[in-house]
């Protein structure tokens, strides 16, 4: 059975440990870096700013479930009768069913961005939430106040954001 180490004993070793090893040391250092989660960076922005995004931000996610819900009934809810017109279900020309389904595939696209945009939304809330918000995630700069105010759910500062879609 091991003992347990003090807090004393155990800075001891590790003194030891980088006396006599210091490359190993290192190595060890530098893959906890990368492994470390990203810090958290807090900017201040005053509580009267924060609640004027926070607005934004659920007016913003009001209307996109509206649009949601208005695309779904349009295109799921519907029987394919219903979406032709036609008195039976079936069709006889193969372009009226093609248009169709492009209109369907189409629809269920714009519902699915307005999703993501939806969860990117709820993504900023959060980080209301836990005062990060306006801190970039990638250089933990501040987002500038245009920007926030024209996409207030973004996560990234203006180069960031194009250094990310350059990699893309």
Known sequence: MKKKTSKKQAKKIMKKTVKNHPKKVKKAVKKQQKRAPEKKIKV?????????????????????LKDINHISKDTLNKSQRDVTGELSGYTFHM???ATDNYDRDFGLGLATAEQKVVWEIDEALGRINDKTFGSCQSCGNKIGKERLLAIPYTKFCKECQQAEERKK
């Open 44 to 64: 201040k922005i005053s509580r009267e700013e924060l609640i004027k995004y926070k607005s934004i931000l659920l007016d913003k996610k009001g209307s996109l």
């Open 95 to 97: 372009a009226d069913v």
